[in-house]
């Protein structure tokens, strides 16, 4: 059984920075690749970042390109999102997912076949 823990949300004012971290454990994160999606209630869930197993391709949805930066530490099994200028708009609920063999845009969540518990990440104007 995989399991994937998210750990880092919170509360931040406009402009401010915070880093997501998933641990994942049950399989070596070498053999996955990762994503973080995000979703605000209501809404469908979306792409946030993606990376390969290796970590030397990373790709990022428009709005979130030069402000966050996924990476992956595969010998501690951890996954990272870094944020930087966050906006109101970045409010929601973050997700890290895991996918053996993806084979569609990085982006449809459905391919996906391990996801973390989400933590909640609020910006304030």
């Known amino acids: 059984q995989v399991d994937l823990v998210e750990s880092g949300g919170g509360s931040v004012q406009a402009g401010g920075s915070l880093k997501l971290s998933c641990v994942v454990s049950?399989?070596?994160?070498?053999?996955?690749?990762m994503a973080w999606f995000r979703q605000v209630p209501g809404k469908e869930r979306e792409g946030v970042a993606y990376?390969?197993?290796?970590?030397?391709?990373?790709l990022y949805m428009d709005s979130v390109k030069g402000r966050f930066t996924i990476s992956r530490d595969n010998a501690e099994n951890t996954l990272s999102l870094q944020m930087n200028n966050l906006k109101p708009e970045d409010t929601a609920i973050y997700y890290c997912?895991?996918?053996?063999?993806?084979?569609?845009?990085?982006?449809?969540?459905?391919?996906?076949?391990?996801w973390g518990q989400g933590t909640q990440v609020t910006v304030s104007s």
């Open positions: 997912a895991g996918a053996r063999a993806p084979n569609k845009f990085w982006g449809y969540s459905g391919q996906y076949n391990y």
């Open positions: 049950g399989a070596p994160l070498s053999t996955i690749y």
């Open positions: 990376i390969s197993t290796s970590g030397d391709f990373t």
